[in-house]
């Protein structure tokens, strides 16, 4: 049996402009690490320890997004053989719109259920992810719990029980992912939205998102571009984000294929249809917030198709 | 120059479950047939006669579909050569939910648009077929239209200008539309509809939508069976169909993959994965029609790929 076990889980984007709640994809190289390991000392999970958080997430199992996904895996696979530690690394931004809690949760679960000899597969692992962000976030959607723990582009379909699609990524599509250091709250800025839209503002999502996939399987970019539209979230939710608007047009004018709200933001990402345009948009982002003095992280990349893996494990 | 031409247009199924408003197909043998000519002795263009309605359908051109549709043509190409004379031969049922207006608009623009020396392109055409119905409905939508002149499994994602995506039809995909001969006015069934929706319906609208659009390029006919489902427009209008409920599970229990209303009803229809099984629930249906007394209508069929096509000219 093993002692102890390493995972890394990707950060991701959420909340695909007309596909809010549930398209969502991994980013390439950003994401958090989790080391699980057998602990006599303690009766189920504790948390042992956080690095790079600052000492801003909370330590305590049912508050933290990770410690909950870990008592969920538990309550499926009783009685638990032992206790559990778990010492999670933070290396990418939180409160930001990146999927950081979804992050925290997969690694962990990746971590634990192989450190337990794998007994769940990878449905009951994302039911686990799902239970915990539900708690943090008011609302059950897997569109960051199905990317970090599984990767690619997905459509979740349904949440409960999960129905999650591995949509196509065609040939070139790259990210500009831009994290201002603003905080927004995932509850707060999700409260903010209204209970119930318009039926004709219904329609112009479906049929977004509707063509959204179909511009993916087809790889036809223009489409993507005027596909990639959101009438709900973005016109409440930009107020929170510094200079949307400039830092939108600014991608667009720089050839960017879209410009959107990752999460509920504050970070904000645009698709290119190569890496050289993600490049060069990257540049004229920068740039922009160098002049306007907005502190900021820029993540530049392809979809990452993996999603959670074991990264160590020791015996 | 011709002097007379003659066009025929399908009848098409929209509001396709989740897709409502963007999504239809059209019929692979009923649809209405259109013959246009000039006529000198009219400014702009008349309807002189119209077959198979038993005079039910209005001959005023600014209260017919088709009428309206050639006279927003001619608006299109000033000066108007000469006037024309229009003869609508109904030849499928209308108000039924199967696009009836739809096929005869579609119909009347490819045949006066050819009489005209075809110019016009079809972009062109359908949104003269959009603007007719969307007097006639209470709103401009193109899920009758786009398949009545285009044909095949359409994606409507912007009405204005038209954005028309032709979506991919699974090899084996069948129809039963079953029409029960009880009227339902469009404007009145889609009036009664709400103007609003809950946030989180519409979230399952376009997980759905996106999903049946991944099941086509894929050919998962699970996935369609899954996808199809209608949290906007079912709940209402299926008070408007008799034995909506008891058909819907004789036609499931029978293979069918779907059971859904047909625009705005009062036909419905399902889909299934071969013309085998579409055959046998056609059986069912027509004997649970029979059982309850239920005039009724029924059509059985793939998805007809052609949209409207001229069918004769004469000089």
Redesign the interface.
């Known amino acids: 049996m093993k002692n102890g076990v390493s995972a890394f889980a990707p950060a991701s984007v959420s909340n695909l402009a ?6 969502g994809f991994a980013l390439e190289s950003a994401g958090d690490v989790v080391h699980a390991r057998f602990d006599d000392s303690v009766e189920t999970v504790v948390i042992s320890d956080i690095t790079g958080d600052d000492g801003r997430l909370p330590r305590a199992v049912r508050k933290n997004t990770a410690g909950m996904a870990v008592m969920a895996l538990l309550e499926k696979i009783k009685p638990v053989p032992a206790g559990i530690s778990l010492v999670i690394e933070k290396k990418m931004p939180f409160a930001s719109g990146m999927g950081s809690s979804a992050a925290s949760a997969a690694a962990a679960v990746k971590a634990v259920n192989h450190l337990l000899g794998d007994p769940l597969d990878e449905t009951a692992l994302l039911e686990c992810v799902i239970a915990a962000e539900a708690t943090i976030s008011g609302g059950a959607h897997a569109d960051n719990a199905a990317p970090a723990l599984l990767g690619g582009l997905v ?4 949440v409960d029980p999960p ?1 999650i ?1 591995s ?1 196509p990524v065609p040939a070139g599509l790259s990210y500009v992912l831009i994290h201002p250091r603003v905080a927004v709250e995932t509850k707060q800025a999700r409260q903010a ?7 004709k ?3 112009s ?10 511009a993916l ?1 087809t790889a036809d970019f223009a ?1 993507l571009a ?2 990639m539209r959101d009438f ?1 979230a973005e016109p409440i939710r930009r107020r929170y984000i510094p200079h949307y608007e400039a830092m939108k047009r600014a991608a667009l004018e720089a050839g960017a294929l879209t410009f959107n709200i990752s999460g509920s933001g504050p970070a904000v990402f645009s698709f290119c249809s190569s890496r050289s345009t993600a490049d060069r948009v990257a540049r004229i982002l920068t740039e922009f917030c160098d002049r306007e003095r907005i502190d900021h992280g820029m993540f530049v990349g392809a979809i990452r198709s993996r999603g959670a893996v074991i990264t160590g494990a020791t015996r």
Chains 1, 2 share one sequence.
């Open positions: 007309c596909g809010f709640d549930v398209l459509l979740a379909r349904e129905d699609l949509l939205l209204p209970a119930s839209i318009a039926l503002t219904g329609v999502h479906w049929a977004n998102t509707a063509a959204l996939v179909h399987h489409l005027r596909a709900i």
